[in-house]
């Protein structure tokens, strides 16, 4: 089989922001010829920023999940939600296909991040030798879901905005959602400074 | 610039470097080793392209001046706007949340729209497009959730459903056909495409 190059190894450095490859010119810092944004080999420190966000997600799901993210107060009383109970509710009033959804957008995605991202990031400091394609449909598979663990939060936007009845029936958001939220953008950010190319590099091969 | 940069290509999630293929511009090029998209295929004019992000625009204001949804509850009537909903937010005493959603629903779609006609009108007059605009436009859609929000909306509306009588609005439907309108919109022209020109 014939051998395959990185741009990396013939000495080309890729623009991420409109394609164009560029001749590295050995200089620490250096711009797009096209389009002047900044390049470099890979995403500047990449590992280090990956695993900083994702260290930050995880110290936050522990309150994400545990605090409540909203407050209902009917006639009868008051009642606090948090992410899993929102999902018994859905369960318990008959929704199943939007509870599997909430379950899945809120409890399964952020966890599967988590987790991901983690092996993602092990894999490249213990130089794992299992072929980099698997991991690198991972890392897709991050990119795509992550953005949609946002929707608690857009559901408590309106149920706050909406369930306003004084005298029937309040909603108020609690302190569990900021911390939910915070996760969500935690784990887009982390995964957003992983530079999957890395799965690729061979030890050395970077100068 | 170096005559080989032109012909090669390298793909951006692997880094593979690989000759252009000569299939036409009409194709696109998808990488080797992983099949990541490298070039988009291009479309022939930007016409489409114009109609479509002037449409979304539009569609987009609609979606945020009318009331998503009313309620019916003994009488009392209950509406709210998007706008509404994050200032409700806000007032709760979350403006964090508030302006997370305020940042992924109204501003990053609304500046992705409007970097969209700018540079679709610049390329149809054949003047040179300020080269920034291309690296943010792609930053804010890559933070643009409406998608998401749509989702959310309807998630809502099944859980008050059991409270009261709920009644559709017309932002509800004209986010309904955004969506579809930005979904045409991103196939439609792509900024890569733009720098082959």
Redesign the interface.
Known sequence: MKQ???????G?L?C????????SSGSLIQHC?????RISLRKPQSITRTTAYLIAAAILYVPANLLPIMHTSTLVGGEDDTILSGVIV?VQ?G?WP?AL??FFASIMVPMLKLIALALLVISIRQRWKSP??GR?RLY?LVEFVG??S????????????????QA??TV??RPG??AF??VV?LTLLSA?SFD??L???QPGEIP | MNPAAVRLIACSQCDLLQKRLLAGPSVGTRCARCQAVIEPPAHESFDRPLALVIAAAETFVLANVFPLVSMDLNGETLSTTLPQAVWALYQHDMASLAALVFFTTLLAPAIQLTISLVLIIGVRSGRRTEPSLFRIHQWFRSWGMLDVLMLGILVALVKLAALARIVPGVALFSFGALLVLLSLLNTSFTTTEMWRR
């Open positions: 395959l190059h990185s741009a990396a190894q013939a080309f890729l991420l922001s409109c394609g164009q490859l560029a001749r010829p096209r389009c002047g944004e859905l009033t929704s939007l959804l909430v980099p394609v690198l897709r953005r949609w946002l929707l608690d939060i857009y559901v408590l936007t309106l149920l706050v905005a909406l369930v306003q009845l029937l029936a108020e958001p959602a900021v939220g915070a953008v957003r999957p190319r799965l690729f590099d």
